[in-house]
């Protein structure tokens, strides 16, 4: 099974950023970002794939997904600029033995996640 660790999450004020980093045991192609508010359902918020990145309209402008596979490293990346307190939010890392995908897809292997916590 794929294991996904997520790490960098933390407590900022409403303008900071934070990086997360999310740890693959496996090459996979598409990956993404989710996130879950206290009370609220799970939401996309990035993805990348073949065809390239896909972003929620919430965070467009604000973050950015990459990866890093040089040398048998395969981590994904979560760039968070100007972090507001409503992006605060478990955020988890996902994955998917597909070569594309979106929002929607079913990402079969999840990590544990990483608490963001953004005040005003």
């Known amino acids: 099974a794929v294991k996904l660790v997520e790490s960098g999450g933390g407590s900022v004020q409403a303008g900071g950023s934070l990086r997360l980093s999310c740890a693959a045991s496996?090459?996979?192609?598409?990956m993404g970002w989710f996130r879950q508010a206290p009370g609220k359902e799970r939401e996309g918020v990035a993805m990348?794939?073949?065809?390239?990145?896909?972003?929620a309209d919430v965070v467009k402008g604000r973050f950015a997904v990459s990866r890093d596979n040089a040398n048998a490293k395969n981590i994904l990346y979560l760039q968070m600029n100007s972090l507001k307190p409503e992006d605060t939010a478990m955020y988890y890392c996902a994955a998917v033995w597909a070569s594309t995908c979106d929002l929607t897809s079913d990402f079969g292997y999840w990590g544990q996640g990483t608490q963001v916590t953004v005040s005003s």
């Open positions: 990348i794939d073949v065809d390239g990145t896909t972003y």
């Open positions: 496996d090459s996979l192609s598409s």
